[in-house]
């Protein structure tokens, strides 16, 4: 560090050099001047060294004062360095207190902040609940108009936005456990598990236990005895209570008139209804109905879509006790029909349609008056298919005759599509050198459907009719031909008159046509065309396709075999299933997950199947018959509906409903087509079949269930009685919607000993419940195995087994 002088010493030191510089100037000009002799020359040096000693004793005095300057100075500075660095730190000193000062003032503002900004939060989170919960609650009403939209419309249903169910795994890309197969593949696809299976799904862990078990599965004697308490009420007895809801309000309503009034929704509206099917004529009662369901007589105005005319069905208590309310709901909701009416054949049917509020005319065997044409009509009779083919003629001269456009369809037509689309498909003009019409095809007086293998063949489970003279003069003289020819087919009656309504009035008869009308040549020949006959598809063996309006499915006798009609149906995905009557849950749709109704699956492999073709029990039928006696057994136990198998023997996979009689089954226990689960319009929401699921293999000595961390299995104590081990082994999964189930202890032997053993002491000795054996016995089949000609690829109605099976014999 230099140091800095201070004024008075730089003076000092100017004064020094000049003392200096003079007495150099003065010496010099006396050398000048005088030239003295050497003497006085020494004396003169000697005065000069003196003068130059005198000159640098004063720089050295110059440079001693200069010195001590600079240290006084160098003092001097020093002490003003001390006192800066003092004030210096008591300036850093004060800084810090100030900054300490400012710290606690930022911390205690900070915290004031973090206050602030946590009230602020609370109050935000507040905010935030209290718009969850109104969100909530918007869902909640959302989910409910949702919930009702449903009810009212089944397009809405397949329309809806996926998501996903409450409680419902959602399983990751080749993470779906290898049951999901059931839902994504239908019973007639045999390609479908082959083509998805790939990497796609989970191998089940359960078919085999380990070789050592460790827990103990504890016995439950209390749930035995319901076990077999609950199949004895649920399956043996003769009148074992209907278990599905549906079925009661049926019994309830049909049982008498006031029963019908009591399940009513409507009371009055019922007596009114109860008291119109009392009217004398039919005439009357059809004006009733039509009245009752607001229709007006007088033509569509042309061009008008189909949905505009009178629709209307009949049915009997066949049909009705399971389908008029989804009959009603399909109409309304998928067809589109705006007027709906019931032609009912018979006294349950009638009260049915008064206690569900739906607008029906009796037309009963019992009720003798008919319509007064041309001429006295006579009655029907007795006879189902009397009462049937009169009825629907009638009704159809009725109709147009009081001014009604209608269209007509049988209780096995399920339509899938609006009814209205059957105009556009028409003009492909696919047929129509076999038809009449040589006008627009929205003018045409009938517009009839024909067999899908066959477009030029009639089949009057669809038709339409406009109100004309030339319609009239068609029912009229049908009429008179069933007069004329009693006994013949009404669909043949009515494919002959459309022919006879065709030809010209100068065209002569074809000598081989020996069903030609008996009645004269039409006045006002009608005009008439086919519906597309892939549009309207009705065949004994339907091929829907994505242009199908409708499906009805067909026998080989007229008015046979309704139930295997119901169940083809079901399987084919024609079912609409979205009605029910009040307060009961549905077939399909959303009521059908509500809690109330629970499903049982048989597990294993093939899934839900049972095989045919193993080494154990190899094309044994017994086999297929002990497993269904067993899985109706455990859903008589756990209130559940269950899944009909599917059976596999070699190279097909075959309905359960060709082998069991289900009649024998009775309405214990509720019962599902095989293809249920594939069915989307049966899932619980647009992403899954089931809210949840739960499986047990019940092995000969261990019991598995599937947990969060893998198989889990128990022993059971040996000599327990097996209906306290099947109780024990279902009751941790009553909360399942979905209960899957693996028979591996009903193997060959177990079979055996239920077929054969022969009293009640015998059986509990061999370890099989009696009550298990009482169901065995009860059940019918139709053939000691399946039939394996009636694979379900080639599915018909006319195979279904219900009424016709025997009991199976004891070997």
């Not at 008075?8 to 000049?18: D, H, N, T």
Request: glycine share 6%; net charge positive; hydrophobic share 40%.
């Amino acid at each position: 560090m230099r140091r800095r002088n201070k004024p008075g010493c730089r003076g000092l030191k100017a004064l020094a050099a000049l003392l200096s510089a003079a007495a150099i100037i003065l010496l010099a000009l006396r050398q000048r001047s005088t030239t003295p002799p050497p003497r006085a020359l020494v004396k003169s040096e000697s005065k000069a060294s003196e003068a130059l000693r005198a000159v640098r004793a004063a720089d050295a005095r110059t440079r001693d004062a200069e010195a001590r300057a600079a240290d006084a100075d160098h003092v001097a500075q020093e002490a003003k360095g001390d006192a800066e660095r003092r004030e210096e730190l008591n300036q850093a000193l004060q800084a810090r207190a100030q900054a300490a000062d400012a710290a606690a003032s930022a911390a205690e503002a900070r915290e004031q902040a973090s206050n602030a900004r946590a009230a602020a939060a609370e109050r935000r989170a507040a905010q935030a609940e209290a718009a969850l919960k109104a969100r909530e609650q918007a869902s909640n009403a959302r989910a409910a108009a949702a919930e009702r939209r449903a009810a009212q419309a089944e397009a809405a249903l397949g329309a809806a936005k996926p998501v996903a169910a409450a409680g419902a795994p959602v399983y990751a890309p080749g993470q779906r456990p290898s049951w999901m197969t059931q839902v994504d593949c239908s019973a007639y696809d045999y390609s479908c598990a082959s083509s998805r299976m790939r990497g796609a799904y989970e191998a089940y862990p359960l078919h085999r236990p380990p070789s050592e078990i460790s827990d103990t599965l504890p016995l439950d004697a209390d749930g035995g005895a319901a076990f077999r308490k609950r199949i004895l009420a649920r399956l043996v007895a003769p009148a074992a209570p209907a278990a599905a809801p549906s079925r009661r309000w049926w019994l309830a309503a049909t049982a008498s008139d006031e029963g019908a009034v009591q399940v009513s929704k409507d009371p009055e509206t019922t007596r009114r209804a109860l008291e119109a099917s009392r009217l004398t004529s039919l005439d009357d009662r059809l004006q009733a109905a039509v009245s009752s369901e607001g229709a007006v007589p007088g033509s569509t105005v042309l061009p008008a879509p189909l949905s505009k005319r009178l629709a209307w069905t009949m049915m009997d208590k066949k049909y009705a006790h399971d389908m008029l309310f989804d009959v009603a709901h399909m109409a309304r909701h998928v067809a589109g029909f705006e007027k709906l009416v019931v032609v009912a054949l018979d006294e349950p049917t009638t009260r049915a349609c008064a206690a569900g509020s739906i607008s029906a005319a009796s037309a009963g065997a019992s009720q003798t008056s008919g319509i007064q044409a041309s001429g006295k009509m006579k009655g029907v009779s007795n006879a189902l298919v009397e009462v049937v083919q009169g009825a629907k003629f009638k009704a159809s001269l009725w109709f147009v005759q009081k001014g009604y456009d209608f269209v007509f369809f049988e209780a096995d037509v399920w339509f899938t599509k609006r009814v209205d689309v059957l105009w556009s498909a028409a003009h492909r003009d696919v047929v129509t050198y076999q038809e009449s019409r040589t006008l627009p095809l929205e003018e045409v007086d009938l517009y009839v459907a024909a067999h899908q293998n066959n477009p030029t063949s009639t089949n009057i489970g669809v038709y339409a009719a406009r109100a004309t003279d030339a319609s009239r003069e068609f029912f009229s003289g049908l009429l008179e031909e069933m007069r004329l020819k009693p006994g013949k087919h009404d669909q043949l009656l009515f494919h002959n008159l459309l022919t006879w309504h065709r030809m010209k009035p100068s065209q002569p008869v074809p000598g081989d046509w020996g069903d030609a009308p008996k009645v004269p040549r039409p006045t006002n020949p009608a005009a008439w065309a086919f519906i597309d006959n892939h549009q309207g598809v009705a065949s004994t063996h339907p091929i829907i396709t994505q242009d199908t309006a409708f499906v009805h499915t067909l026998g080989n006798v007229p008015l046979d075999s309704q139930e295997g009609k119901k169940i083809q149906s079901k399987e084919l995905g024609a079912w609409h299933g979205l009605g029910s009557p009040p307060g009961t849950p549905s077939y399909y749709g959303a009521s059908a997950h509500d809690g109330r109704t629970k499903y049982l699956a048989l597990d294993g492999s093939p899934l839900n199947g049972i095989s045919l073709c193993e080494r154990d029990g190899y094309h044994n039928g017994r086999i297929a018959k002990a497993r269904v006696a067993v899985l109706l057994a455990l859903a008589a136990h756990t209130g559940r509906v269950l899944l009909l198998p599917r059976v596999v023997v070699d190279y097909h996979q075959y309905f359960l409903w060709t082998f069991l009689d289900l009649k024998s089954v009775g309405y214990g226990v509720e019962w599902r087509e095989t293809n249920f689960p594939s069915n989307p319009r049966s899932w619980k929401n647009g992403t899954h079949a089931f809210g949840s699921s739960a499986r047990v293999s019940l092995q000969k000595h261990a019991v598995g269930t599937m947990t969060a961390a893998g198989p889990r299995w128990a022993a059971p104590p040996k000599g327990g009685a097996l209906a306290d081990l099947l109780a024990a082994a279902l009751k941790p999964h009553d909360g399942a919607e979905l209960l899957l189930v693996d028979l591996a202890f009903a193997d060959e032997r177990f079979v055996s000993t239920l077929a054969n053993c022969e009293s009640e002491q015998a059986c509990e000795r061999r370890g099989i419940p009696w009550e298990l054996v009482q169901l065995y016995r009860k059940l019918r089949w139709c053939g000691q195995s399946i039939d394996l000609e009636r694979l379900a690829a080639k599915s018909f109605q006319g195979w279904d087994c219900f009424g016709k099976g025997r009991a199976p014999p004891a070997v």
